[in-house]
C-alpha cells in the first residue's frame, strides 16, 4: 500500500471551500464535453454498454465538479447509445457511479449536493488512488480531473537541508535540474501505480478520461502562472519564518506533493506503461483565465493549499501566509499577467 498522503481540498461550503473555488478546473470539464463525447462515441465499444454502467470519478474532492464530469461521460454514452440502436437508454441502462477521494475528503457535502435531476446511483469509494480502490474488471469508465498532478509522498532528499538535492523552493520550479529528476522520477512510479490500479479496475475495453495542466516543451513550471503562484506561497512562507512566526527549519523541510509533468513526459509515462492506448490527447482551450484579482486568486490557493499548510504550520500560520499572498499577488502582477501558458489536456485511454 502506498502511504496515505494527508492532502484533501478545504470542504463545506464556506468562503474559503474548494466548492466555491474550484470554478476554473469545472471550466476545463465544459470546454472539453464536446471532445469527450466524440472521443467516446469513436472509442467505447457498444458491446460494453450493458444493462449495468459503471462510472468512477478518481479524487472527486467534494462537488460539484465531479458532477460534470460523470454527467458529461454518461451524456455522451446515452447519446452513443441512442444513435446506434434506437432505442431510449433510460429503458435498458442503469448508471452507478463510484466517487472515489482520500477517507478524510469531505464526502458528507458531496452526497448533499448530489444533483437531484441525476439519472445514476451513487456511492463514495474512500481509498488512495496510488492503489486499488474497486474490484477487478468493475468499471466501464474511469476520470480524473486535476487529480493526475499529484505525488504519493515528497521525492527523497528533497526535503533534508543536508542533502545536495535539497530543494529551497516548496514545489518543483523546474530550474534545479536534481530536484526536477527527483520529483519526475517519483512522479513516474506514481503515475505508473495509478494506471496499473485503473487497468486492473476497468473491463477490457473500458476507457480512463485524465484531465489536467501539463507544461508544453521548453517552458519551466515557475514561468506559468501556476508555478508562480506556488513561488508566491513559497515566498510568503519565508516571510513568515523571517518574522519568527514559523520556524525556518519547517519551512525547508516543507514540499508540495505535486508535479506538473511535461506533455511528452505524460506520453512517455503512459507508454512505458504499456497497459493503455492513447486513443486522444487533445489541447483544451477554455475562454476563461486564471484570476488576476489578487483576492480571488489568494482565497482560490487557499481552498486547494490550505489543507496540506496547515497540517504542516497550524492554521493561524496558513491564515497569514495567503494574507501575505494577496499582497505579494499584487507585487507581482505583472509576472503574473505576463506568465508563460501551460497546456490543460483531455487524454483518453483505452485499456488494452
Ligand atoms: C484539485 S482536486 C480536483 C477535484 C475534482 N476532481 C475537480 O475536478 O475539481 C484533487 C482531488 O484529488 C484528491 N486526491 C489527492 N490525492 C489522492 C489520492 N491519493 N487518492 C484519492 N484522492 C486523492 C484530493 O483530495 C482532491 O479532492
Not at 475562454?287 to 493549499?305: H, M, Q, R, T, Y
Request: proline share 4%; glycine share 6%; charged share 25%.
Amino acid at each position: 500500500m502506498s502511504p496515505t498522503p494527508e492532502w484533501v481540498m478545504v470542504g463545506g461550503e464556506g468562503p474559503d471551500s474548494y466548492k466555491q473555488h474550484s470554478s476554473y478546473q469545472r471550466d476545463l470539464l465544459k470546454a472539453a464535453k464536446d471532445k469527450i463525447n466524440a472521443v467516446i462515441s469513436a472509442n467505447l465499444s457498444l458491446d460494453l454498454i450493458s444493462s449495468r454502467f459503471s462510472v468512477a470519478d478518481f479524487g472527486c474532492a467534494s462537488g460539484p465538479n465531479t458532477f460534470v464530469a460523470v454527467q458529461n461521460i454518461i451524456d455522451a454514452v446515452e447519446d452513443k447509445y441512442l444513435r446506434e440502436t434506437g432505442q431510449n437508454p433510460a429503458d435498458n441502462i442503469e448508471f452507478q457511479v463510484l466517487f472515489n477521494d482520500l477517507s478524510n475528503n469531505d464526502f458528507n457535502t458531496l452526497f448533499q449536493g448530489l444533483p437531484s435531476s441525476r439519472r445514476y446511483y451513487s456511492a463514495g469509494v474512500p481509498g488512495s488512488f496510488f492503489d486499488r480502490v474497486l474490484p477487478k474488471q468493475s468499471i466501464h469508465i474511469g476520470v480524473m480531473n486535476y487529480a493526475f498532478q499529484f505525488t504519493s509522498k515528497i521525492p527523497k532528499g528533497i526535503s533534508d537541508r543536508n542533502s545536495p538535492m535539497w530543494n529551497r523552493d516548496i514545489h518543483c520550479t523546474g530550474f534545479n535540474n536534481k530536484v526536477k529528476k527527483a520529483y519526475f522520477d517519483q512522479y513516474s512510479l506514481d503515475s505508473k501505480n495509478i494506471l496499473d490500479a485503473r487497468a486492473e479496475e476497468l473491463l477490457p475495453g473500458g476507457l480512463l478520461l485524465l484531465l489536467g495542466l501539463c507544461l508544453r516543451d521548453g517552458i519551466k513550471m515557475s514561468e506559468t502562472y501556476r508555478g508562480i503562484v506556488l513561488d508566491l506561497i513559497g515566498a510568503s512562507l519565508n516571510d513568515l519564518a523571517q518574522k519568527g512566526v514559523i520556524e525556518q527549519d519547517k519551512v525547508d523541510s516543507f514540499n508540495i506533493t505535486l508535479y506538473i509533468a511535461e506533455e511528452d513526459e505524460l506520453r512517455q509515462i503512459i507508454e512505458e506503461n504499456g497497459k493503455f492506448t492513447i486513443e486522444a490527447f487533445e489541447d483544451i482551450i477554455q475562454s476563461n483565465g486564471e484570476s488576476l484579482d489578487p483576492k480571488i486568486l489568494a482565497v482560490s490557493l487557499k481552498s486547494a493549499f490550505g489543507g496540506i499548510i496547515s497540517s504542516h504550520f497550524g492554521a493561524e500560520a496558513m491564515r497569514k501566509a495567503f494574507e501575505l499572498v494577496e499582497a505579494k499577488a499584487h507585487q507581482e502582477f505583472s509576472r503574473l499577467k505576463n506568465a508563460k501558458p501551460a497546456m490543460q489536456y483531455l487524454i483518453v485511454l483505452r485499456k488494452n
